[in-house]
């Protein structure tokens, strides 16, 4: 994962708070998902459960990670958003890196989900949040690539 860790710098950190080494063996071959969202966003809030029931069923099976990188004003309303969730987060007071990677992968909305080869650093999919919501419930065509 050397690749997408380049981004991050440091910056990610699991559930236990425990900052994550993406150059662990245990990062290789995964699918990564830049999942850009915030709490005051109500489709991002809608969003959310679905993204987390996909998580919880296919990401051990399809070997795929998600990074939460909020665009939330406050870090109390990140904290209680990020609660939802079982997936890494960026750090939020890192928000100069965030308006940064939101450039690169020109995120012009939320929420947005974007899909890397982990060990590459290229995208597959930047439509992620559609395949889940109408186009590949089931997830039967994961990793989904850009058309």
Do not use: S
């Given at each position: 994962m050397t690749s997408l860790a380049k981004f991050f710098d440091k910056?990610?950190?699991?559930?236990?708070n425990r900052e994550v080494n993406f150059n662990d063996p245990k990062y290789r071959g995964?699918?990564?998902?830049?999942?850009f969202s915030a709490h005051w966003c109500p489709p991002c809030r809608a969003f959310t459960p679905k993204l987390v029931e996909f998580y919880r069923t296919h990401a051990k099976e399809k070997n795929f990670e998600i990074i939460y990188i909020s665009s939330?004003?406050?870090?109390r309303?990140?904290?209680?958003?990020?609660?939802?969730?079982?997936?890494?987060?960026f750090d939020f007071r890192q928000q100069r890196k965030r308006d940064k990677l939101m450039k690169v992968f020109k995120v012009s909305g939320i929420p947005q989900l974007i899909l890397f080869d982990g060990d590459t650093g290229n995208i597959l999919c930047t439509n992620a949040m559609e395949q889940i919501q109408y186009r590949d419930k089931k997830g039967e065509l994961f990793p989904w690539k850009q058309h």
């Open positions: 910056n990610v950190y699991n559930k236990i995964k699918i990564v998902g830049l999942y939330d004003q406050d870090e309303q990140y904290e209680e958003y990020y609660k939802e969730m079982p997936w890494l987060r």
